[in-house]
């Protein structure tokens, strides 16, 4: 894929649960590791994820508040990097959008002349970003699911589309109606991948089948760049690790998820990371700049 540093990835499906937020960290922080300086914005106002990662009584700044009180954005983005002690060439900047009853509430509940004046606020948070200090080379979204306001100010502003889907229930059909109505005629280039596949499907003999499946029902039925980029399967020591963060709960409540690239790099769920980043042209590692 011919593209140029800055851009703005969009990770999106249709509907939650489809393992939108971890992708997104750990697409990042990869990036961020091999050198890329990569920036991480929640914008899943609606439920939000992210902040699982960090502190789950993060009382900062976050950005409802850029948005909604008007504090700079700069009050609100974290250094990752130095926050969660991560060893990366390059820098993680990430901006968290608030779990709090009162903050979802109010973002949910945005009108169309609001959704608008917060679309016009996210393109100046990019450009924002892509100056100094930051230079940012490469900034992710993570999207609301579904066709709503927040997930389309989110599409609108990226230069690619993720879009996960898993192959249960009606996600297939839905996910092509998703992207032939709104992700096609927001942005340029859509990558498709099945997420949290059961470990004996994906292999050599059920691997072409499930990209005819893709393909047949999805890419060939939409008139635009969508492309499949393939399967993320089910990790078991991913899985295995988001059950021992939750369980830590029962002992400390700041407890956080991890983030698994950093904890088991040669996993299956990290090598799907690793090869997105080779799609995108950004394997290897960068010199940090």
């Known amino acids: ?86 060893d990366l060439l ?24 609001e959704a608008r004046d917060d679309a016009a606020m996210l393109f100046q948070w990019i450009d924002r970003i892509k100056s100094p200090p930051y230079n940012v080379d490469v900034i992710i979204l ?27 229930n009606a996600d297939l059909l839905s996910t092509r109606e998703m992207i032939a109505g709104q992700h096609a005629k927001l942005t340029d280039k859509i990558l498709l991948m099945v997420n949290q596949l059961p470990e ?28 499949y980029l393939g399967i993320i399967p089910q990790d078991p020591i991913f899985l295995a690790l988001e059950v021992e963060n939750m369980l830590e709960f029962l002992h400390d409540e700041n407890a956080v998820r991890s983030i698994h690239i950093t904890k088991n790099p040669e996993g299956s769920f990290s090598q799907a990371i690793e090869s997105i980043a080779v799609h995108l042209n950004l394997g290897g590692y960068r010199g940090n700049t």
């Open 1 to 86: 894929m011919e593209i140029k540093t800055p851009f703005t990835i969009a990770v999106s499906s249709f509907k939650g649960g489809t393992g939108k937020s971890a992708l997104a960290i750990n697409l990042a922080t990869y990036l961020a590791k091999i050198g890329y300086n990569t920036a991480l914005l929640d914008l899943d106002y609606g439920a939000p994820s992210l902040y699982s990662f960090f502190d789950l009584k993060h009382n900062g700044p976050t950005l409802n508040d850029v948005l909604i009180k008007h504090i700079p954005l700069e009050n609100a983005l974290i250094n990752a990097k130095e926050h969660l002690k991560l």
């Open 90 to 113: 390059g820098n993680l900047w990430v901006g968290l959008s608030s779990p709090k009853n009162e903050n979802t509430r109010v973002m949910i509940r945005r009108n169309q002349h």
């Open 142 to 168: 993570d999207t609301a699911p579904g066709m709503n306001f927040l997930s389309v100010n989110a599409i609108s502003a990226a230069d690619i589309s993720i879009v996960l889907l898993r192959l249960v």
């Open 200 to 227: 004996d499907y994906a292999n050599e003999e059920y691997g072409p089948k499930i990209k005819q499946l893709i393909n047949t029902h999805i890419t060939d039925k939409i008139e635009s760049d969508v492309n």
